[in-house]
């Protein structure tokens, strides 16, 4: 993987949100830097835009959060405009994963699992697909930066992962549709997803995972048996994007992961940016088990 | 060594800015070098210092060097768990009232300050007994003992206050402690002990006194209270040479004792102490029916 790259987006992405939120990488097309102006994230509400069978239309650019504009010095430098302890990428870095751990709402795996997650969460620079230029998959990736939405199908598409995204990743999600015979059995990182409407919520199926991608960057794994809910909700132009995770294997009861509240980007030259290409070159350099 | 000079001065100017910040004051040219984490000398707030910037200022300054402050929102919520692991002896006191020496050879204690909750594992001896496996575990209100983790749960009624002592007793929850006691009513108390500052407050109606080294590292907590196993008494651990396990800025003690009044009921040295681990505490689901 590019190593140099994942960590310095993950750094700018500490220093810029301090994980508390992160704004995705959505980029302007044109000017000296990436535009994140939130003045032109206009938030003021409006009505919901219906298609036309009347269900709520999810279409759009969306951004986690609340962007902060980027400073940029009289070189065209990009400065960090978020206060990292002495300015430290190493300690935005060591802060941020720590914060990451202190989320109280953890999957309760069985008993019997327990020493697997704390080995898993110990080794994770080793054990961690993601780190080894794999996808993050679902529901790890969280929801998608782009949402085109037809009567029948949505496709979602992902960014870099400073969102939490999984690297230009896609998914084309059929609407009343059963589970694909094939596709719902063939162990992928994304699955296999099928959409309804319940109300004015879309409810996304997701079954066919391996086992080889995490719910979460803390260790916590799961098996084929993984079978995720996502819902998503459009209110105006704020968008509510929940998953719940379900294995019955190693879970003892539903994971119901934490909400995140997404906003329609407003500026038509907002785009998404290609993701690093992934090269893994930096394993054999690891030293220490340090969380990344 | 290296490696502690290198995470101690990052830890130690995080806590001079935040001083120079705090409240407009500026540093005293009356400040002491201190030695923290044995790294090197330092300039640190000294006691009378803190004293006088008041309970704010002096126990969020003992809870960054403590490595409880996070990230650039200077969250006081970043760290909510602990696992310490670790050897000794313990004592406890039998039906009969006599006390009854262990050696422990695992020694695994796990937090949840938030919850709050502990799970304390055991393996030990003693000359009259056979070796023991012990897992005592709080949660909320009630105490049970498990027969693995998470498994084959017994109530164990009257031990949900003493194993919740446990938590407060460690330094990071006596800080976790004394940062929420920071309102107009938690009624957070400063004092100097022969120089050594003293941070007092009341948790669930018991008063917790912690005292800082001169490292502002926590060296000894006391608790007054009525234990349901020792009655009235007080509840004193002592804590020293610290060490930061994992890198990441969170020192623990090495060296831990407990007293229990005159008794030494614990001796345990640290062989490694985990921030933030995955350590969840449900009932077994044996109780659960």
């Given at each position: 993987m590019t190593r140099h790259a994942w960590r310095s987006s993950l750094i700018l992405a500490a220093l810029v949100g301090g994980f508390s939120f992160v704004p995705i990488a959505l980029h302007a097309q044109y000017g000296s830097a990436p535009s994140r102006d939130a003045s032109r994230s206009k938030t003021a509400s409006f009505a919901t835009p219906r298609m036309a069978d009347g269900h709520p239309d999810l279409s759009g650019l969306w951004m986690v959060g609340v962007a902060r504009p980027v400073v940029v010095d009289e070189k065209g430098n990009v400065v960090m405009n978020g206060a990292a302890r002495e300015g430290s990428g190493a300690n935005a870095e060591r802060d941020g994963f720590l914060r990451k751990r202190m989320d109280p709402n953890r999957p309760v795996y069985k008993p019997e699992y327990w020493d697997k997650v704390q080995y898993l969460d110990d080794h994770e620079v080793s054990e961690d697909s993601y780190f080894h230029c794999n996808p993050l998959g679902v529901p790890r990736q969280g929801p998608p930066a782009k949402i085109v939405q037809t009567a029948k199908e949505l496709i979602f598409l992902y960014e870099a992962p400073a969102a939490g995204g999984g690297r230009n990743a896609y998914r084309i999600i059929p609407i009343d549709r059963p589970h694909h015979p094939v596709a719902s059995q063939d162990q992928t990182w994304m699955g296999d997803s099928v959409a309804k409407w319940d109300g004015d919520t879309l409810v996304v199926d997701v079954v066919g995972f391996n086992d080889v991608s995490w719910l979460d960057i803390e260790g916590y794994f799961h098996t084929t048996a993984l079978h995720v809910i996502e819902r998503l909700r459009r209110e105006g132009n704020t968008l509510t994007y929940q998953a719940t995770a379900d294995d019955p294997k190693v879970l003892m009861t539903p994971w119901v992961m934490n909400p995140v509240t997404l906003t329609l980007v407003?500026?038509?030259d907002a785009y998404i940016i290609e993701d690093y290409p992934c090269h893994e070159r930096d394993e054999e350099h690891l030293v220490t088990t340090e969380h990344h | 060594m290296n490696r502690l000079f290198i995470l101690a001065v990052p830890a130690l100017c995080a806590v001079i800015t935040m001083l120079s910040n705090a409240q407009g004051i500026a540093q005293s040219k009356q400040t002491t070098p201190r030695s923290t984490l044995g790294a090197r000398k330092v300039v640190l707030p000294t006691t009378a210092e803190l004293i006088a910037r008041g309970p704010k200022v002096a126990v969020e300054t003992a809870a960054e060097v403590l490595g409880l402050v996070r990230g650039a929102q200077r969250s006081t919520t970043a760290v909510n768990t602990m696992e310490l692991v670790g050897n000794g002896t313990m004592a406890e006191r039998a039906a009969d009232g006599t006390w009854r020496d262990y050696k422990v050879t695992r020694f695994t204690e796990s937090f949840d300050f938030v919850i709050p909750a502990a799970r304390l594992e055991l393996e030990r001896s003693s000359p009259n007994t056979s070796p023991q496996r012990q897992i005592q575990v709080v949660a909320g209100k009630q105490a049970w003992d498990e027969e693995k983790p998470g498994i084959n749960g017994t109530p164990v009624a009257d031990a949900a206050d003493d194993r919740r002592r446990e938590i407060w007793l460690t330094p990071q929850g006596a800080l976790w402690g004394a940062l929420r006691a920071?309102?107009?009513?938690?009624?957070v108390q400063l004092a100097n002990e022969q120089g050594n500052l003293a941070i007092g407050y009341s948790l669930n109606g018991e008063p917790i006194k912690l005292v800082l080294n001169s490292a502002l590292l926590p060296d000894k907590v006391q608790l007054q209270a009525h234990s349901a196993a020792y009655g009235d008494m007080v509840l004193e651990a002592n804590y020293s040479q610290y060490k930061d396990f994992e890198g990441y800025l969170f020192p623990c003690p090495t060296r831990m004792t407990y007293k229990a009044g005159a008794h030494t009921i614990r001796n345990v040295m640290i062989t490694n102490c985990v921030v933030n681990p995955y350590v969840i505490f449900p009932m077994p689901a044996n109780m659960k029916k």
């Open positions: 407003m500026d038509p | 920071l309102t107009p009513e938690g009624g």
